[in-house]
Structure formats: C-alpha cells, structure tokens
C-alpha cells in the first residue's frame, strides 16, 4: 500500500499502547507506549510522544521521550524538544533544538581508537 | 480540524481517544473512545469496545458498540457485538450478532 493515503492521529487524539505499520505517519497528537514503522514518522510541532520509536525516516518537530530509532536518518527540528537516546546512521540536530540524551551512529572507528563509553 | 485517520497498513494495539472524527481503515485492537464519530472503513478490522457520538461500521468490528447518537451498520459490514445507541440503522447486507439496546 502506497503512502498516498495519510495516516495521523490528530491534534486532540491520544493513542495509548502499541502502533505498528509500513505506512508514514504524522503525529499531531499525543502517542504512548511503542511505535514501530517500517516506515517514516513525523512528530509535528504540538505532537506529543513518550514511546519506543522505531521508523526508516523520523523527523521530530514537537515532543518526544524516549529512544528513537532510525533506519535511515533522524532529524530532531528547531521547534522540538527530544529527550532519551538516538540512534541512526544519520542524525541531525537543528539550531534551536532542545535535545537530552544520547546519540549513537554506528560509525567504523579507526583501529586504536575506542567508544567514549566502551 | 484534522481528523485522525488509522491507515489500511498500520496497526494499533491498545487505547484511542479524543475529540476529533477517527476513520480508521487499518486494524486497531483494544479500546476506542472517541467524543465525535468514528468510522470504520470497509478493509479495516476493529477488535475493540467503541464508544463514539456517532459510529459508522462498513468494515469488520469485534466488540461493543455505545453510539451517543447514532450507530449504522452498513452493507459490507460485519459486526459481532452488544450495540448501545438511541439510533441505530442495519443496512441490507449488513451482518450483525449480538444485542440491541435503544434505551426504550
């Protein structure tokens, strides 16, 4: 099933539990517990998530607790307020964006060279 | 304002609720309160208590239903579960078990 069809829960929606799909979606509302997507996620500003994350693509504008994970790339906005770990190949992290926590990006180091918290 | 809508390929397992229009056309399991209408497209499968102003079946739906106002059934739909509601339509090809309370 293609993306055309939107998939979002709305600014006065609460979802409370397990989401889980391969369609994109866009949070306006307020999401609790675990989402995981085999697909891209975005957090609008006014969103509110305090759940597990899993997606391919996430994009965070509002709030968000709690570890988020990325396949492909993460972008925590301007507008967002993100605390807990972040992982993805890529990551970034926008100027004026309040972020507490972790990154980790999987990255080869040089031989020699060990991880901060190995 | 925006409705919610649950996509045909996303599935949520636990609690929705809120103030604005849900059309669901994936799978939602558990419980779904919603203060305006709910709709459950034909495609989606709804295994969960539903309680709404107004509640629109054209889909599967396992559960019971309290509509504040008006349930409908429509023809495609399946519904097996207790229906509450002061209104309530069953369309020609509808399929429904359970009761029927109107508060007569």
Redesign the interface.
Known sequence: ?A?E???????????????????D?VI??RVE?HIGLDSNLTVEEGGSVEADVEATVATLRGEVRGPVTALRSLVVEASSRVAGKLKAPSITIEDGARFSGEIEMDVELPAGVTHGNA | MANTVIGSSIVVDGEISGEEPLTILGTVKGKIAAASSVVVESGATVEADVEGQTVTVSGKLTGNVTAREKLELRPESKMVGNAKAPRIVVADGATFKGNVDMDV
């Open positions: 099933m993306s069809e939107s998939c979002l829960i709305g600014s006065k929606t609460t979802v409370r539990g397990q989401v889980s799909g391969k369609q979606l306006e509302g517990g």
